[in-house]
């Protein structure tokens, strides 16, 4: 195996791994992305999505087992973050999945990739969101980072987040940052904010 930052495993697994989150958090958002009009990976792959996601979730987590878990469970415990009072299927409050998913994270990846996964995560959601603030002909959800605390606020704390991932892990967080600015950046183009 390679080491340093060019480690093709590495790199792998981040993006399988992105895959499978983008094609999980399409799924939750349909019917918002529906009603605005937009096509996300479930307007095309309708339920195969929830499949290919399961497939990509675990060739990244077979490739970086660690880094791979620990990805996943960070993007699911801040994926209930801006709702922690929703009371969800599991008859848990979106705070307690949140808990929850945050100490699987540590506990698969260890401290620092844990922790690193979780301030990745932050750091990318509020980025998106304050993408999404930009775009004036959507609708904003209240649970949106950007609209809670304004864009200046939530822009720094993206970075601090992201910062302090790249403090924790380097290298992997390095790759979740290209792979998830790429996700973004083309999330970003598609529904016409680049324009």
């Not at 077979?62 to 996943?72: E, M, N, Q, V």
């Not at 979106?94 to 994270?105: D, P, Q, Y």
């Not at 301030?119 to 304050?130: E, K, V």
């Not at 822009?155 to 973004?184: D, H, K, M, Q």
Request: net charge neutral.
């Amino acid at each position: 195996m390679c080491s340093g930052f060019f480690d093709p495993s590495l790199a792998a697994a981040t993006l399988f791994v992105g895959i499978a989150i983008r094609f999980l958090d399409d799924y939750l958002d349909y019917q918002q992305d529906e009603l605005l009009g937009r096509r996300t990976s479930w307007h095309y792959l309708q339920g195969a999505g929830i499949v290919y996601a399961m497939v990509a979730l675990a060739l990244g987590v077979r490739i970086a087992p660690s880094w791979g878990a620990a990805l996943f469970f960070a993007a699911y415990g801040i994926g209930m973050a801006t709702d922690p009072k929703a009371m969800l299927p599991s008859h848990l409050a979106g705070g307690m999945e949140l808990v929850l998913a945050s100490i699987t994270a540590v506990i698969v990846g260890g401290w620092n990739l844990g922790l690193a996964a979780l301030s990745l995560m932050l750091g990318l959601d509020i980025l998106d969101d304050c993408l999404d603030l930009a775009q004036e002909s959507r609708v904003v959800s209240v649970r949106n980072w950007a609209s809670l605390y304004g864009r200046r606020p939530a822009v720094v704390l993206a970075c601090l987040a992201i910062l302090s991932s790249l403090f924790l892990a380097a290298r992997e967080a390095l790759w979740g940052l290209l792979w998830g600015g790429a996700f973004l950046f083309f999330s970003w183009r598609r529904e016409g904010r680049g324009r």
